[in-house]
């Protein structure tokens, strides 16, 4: 009988071990599974708060000026000499007399060299003596080179200039040359324009030359920029290019801030441009002040902030201030409110137009 119920006891004791086996594993499979849940739920509001961006716009402003503003045609070549020579003997001779020394300067028909065959070599033009080759004394053969004279005060420039400008180079035009190594600037006028085309490519290239009158310092086979002015407005107003926008007609204009905090388009027309600023021949005045728009994308941290701000407000409001203040001025944070308005003429004083 006692066995019996020592074995029931057992029995029990068995029973509700498995019991509380199986309600801890109900208990860890829960917690795992809200586990589970709440990651997936973090993670998807982290991707949404990250996808979930607004542009915010703000204006970019540019002052207009007064000034001078000049287009032109731009070159690179290199400085050749135009007069160069180097003398020979033309026997077998020996050297009798040497009238200069490497550096001095000579003028057209001076005598520079004497032969014992009778040979007198003379300058051919102006120059200087770059290099002496014998000296009196030294027997030379027919064809040594004796004597070099170059004349380093008179250079020409030739640049290639493709089809597309051609057009615009011509004989007499006032140019520019523009020594790399000494920054130095020299006036002058192209000379001439070969038009027989030199290049092999599906481009075509013609040859102008310029005669330069180079100061000291200045060598053959320095480079050189040569500039040649296309037009010219002095004393009108000038605007970075980047202010300008045009609308579906390709009409220029800018914004500006209208009397009510709006932007309006104000259209503008425009001249001379060098690639970086441009006349306004109308629409703006010297010291006029427009706009740019530019759009940057801001994440709006919507949820996440509200999931984890526990503190009370102090966040969300500056979210909510964020998304209200939407149009803003980088300079000074004056606002704008989102309508635009389009105006063929500019705002006047009494509307407060940006004087």
Same mark, same amino acid.
């Given at each position: 009988m006692s066995e019996t119920i020592l074995a029931n006891n057992e029995q029990q004791k068995t029973q509700k071990k498995k019991k509380r086996r199986k309600i801890l594993r109900t208990i860890l499979r829960t917690i795992l599974i809200l586990l589970l849940i709440a990651a997936l739920l973090i993670g998807g509001l982290f991707i949404y708060d990250k996808t979930n961006t607004a542009n915010v716009v703000t204006y970019q402003p540019y002052t207009a000026s007064q000034g001078t503003i000049s287009n032109a045609l731009s070159f690179s070549g290199s400085l050749q000499l135009i007069d160069n020579a180097t003398y020979a003997a033309d026997a077998a001779s020996e050297v009798r007399t040497v009238y200069v020394a490497e550096g001095d300067q000579v003028k057209e028909g001076q005598k520079l060299m004497r032969l014992s065959n009778g040979q007198t070599i003379g300058a051919e033009f102006d120059g200087r003596v770059n290099q002496l080759l014998a000296q009196a004394g030294d027997k030379v053969a027919q064809g040594d080179s004796l004597i070099q004279v170059a004349d380093f005060n008179h250079m020409k420039v030739s640049i290639r200039v493709d089809e597309y400008d051609i057009s615009d180079v011509h004989v007499g035009q006032t140019a520019r040359v523009t020594v790399t190594a000494t920054e130095q600037t020299i006036e002058t006028v192209i000379d001439s324009i070969n038009y027989i085309s030199a290049s092999t490519g599906n481009v075509a290239y013609y040859t102008a030359t310029a005669y330069v009158d180079v100061p000291e310092g200045v060598y053959p086979g320095m480079q050189a920029t040569i500039t +040649?002015? $296309?037009?010219?407005? $002095? @004393? /009108? /107003? /000038?605007?970075?290019? %980047?202010? +300008?926008?045009? %609308?579906?007609? @390709? $009409?220029?204009? /800018?914004?500006?801030p209208y009397f009510d905090g709006t932007m309006q388009k104000v259209r503008i027309t425009t001249g001379v441009s060098n690639g970086n600023y441009v006349e306004i021949t109308s629409g703006l005045n010297n010291g006029d002040v427009v706009y740019v728009e530019t759009s940057v994308k801001e994440s709006s941290g919507g949820l996440l902030n509200n999931l984890f701000n526990f503190g009370g407000g102090g966040m969300n409001r500056q979210n909510r201030q964020n998304t209200n203040t939407n149009r803003t001025m980088p300079s000074n944070g004056m606002q704008f409110p989102g309508g635009m308005q389009f105006n063929n003429n500019r705002p006047t004083n009494n509307q407060g137009g940006g004087r």
């Amino acid at each position: 009988m006692s066995e019996t119920i020592l074995a029931n006891n057992e029995q029990q004791k068995t029973q509700k071990k498995k019991k509380r086996r199986k309600i801890l594993r109900t208990i860890l499979r829960t917690i795992l599974i809200l586990l589970l849940i709440a990651a997936l739920l973090i993670g998807g509001l982290f991707i949404y708060d990250k996808t979930n961006t607004a542009n915010v716009v703000t204006y970019q402003p540019y002052t207009a000026s007064q000034g001078t503003i000049s287009n032109a045609l731009s070159f690179s070549g290199s400085l050749q000499l135009i007069d160069n020579a180097t003398y020979a003997a033309d026997a077998a001779s020996e050297v009798r007399t040497v009238y200069v020394a490497e550096g001095d300067q000579v003028k057209e028909g001076q005598k520079l060299m004497r032969l014992s065959n009778g040979q007198t070599i003379g300058a051919e033009f102006d120059g200087r003596v770059n290099q002496l080759l014998a000296q009196a004394g030294d027997k030379v053969a027919q064809g040594d080179s004796l004597i070099q004279v170059a004349d380093f005060n008179h250079m020409k420039v030739s640049i290639r200039v493709d089809e597309y400008d051609i057009s615009d180079v011509h004989v007499g035009q006032t140019a520019r040359v523009t020594v790399t190594a000494t920054e130095q600037t020299i006036e002058t006028v192209i000379d001439s324009i070969n038009y027989i085309s030199a290049s092999t490519g599906n481009v075509a290239y013609y040859t102008a030359t310029a005669y330069v009158d180079v100061p000291e310092g200045v060598y053959p086979g320095m480079q050189a920029t040569i500039t +040649i002015p $296309q037009s010219e407005a $002095q @004393n /009108v /107003v /000038v605007l970075k290019i %980047d202010a +300008i926008s045009f %609308d579906e007609t @390709n $009409q220029a204009y /800018v914004l500006m801030p209208y009397f009510d905090g709006t932007m309006q388009k104000v259209r503008i027309t425009t001249g001379v441009s060098n690639g970086n600023y441009v006349e306004i021949t109308s629409g703006l005045n010297n010291g006029d002040v427009v706009y740019v728009e530019t759009s940057v994308k801001e994440s709006s941290g919507g949820l996440l902030n509200n999931l984890f701000n526990f503190g009370g407000g102090g966040m969300n409001r500056q979210n909510r201030q964020n998304t209200n203040t939407n149009r803003t001025m980088p300079s000074n944070g004056m606002q704008f409110p989102g309508g635009m308005q389009f105006n063929n003429n500019r705002p006047t004083n009494n509307q407060g137009g940006g004087r």
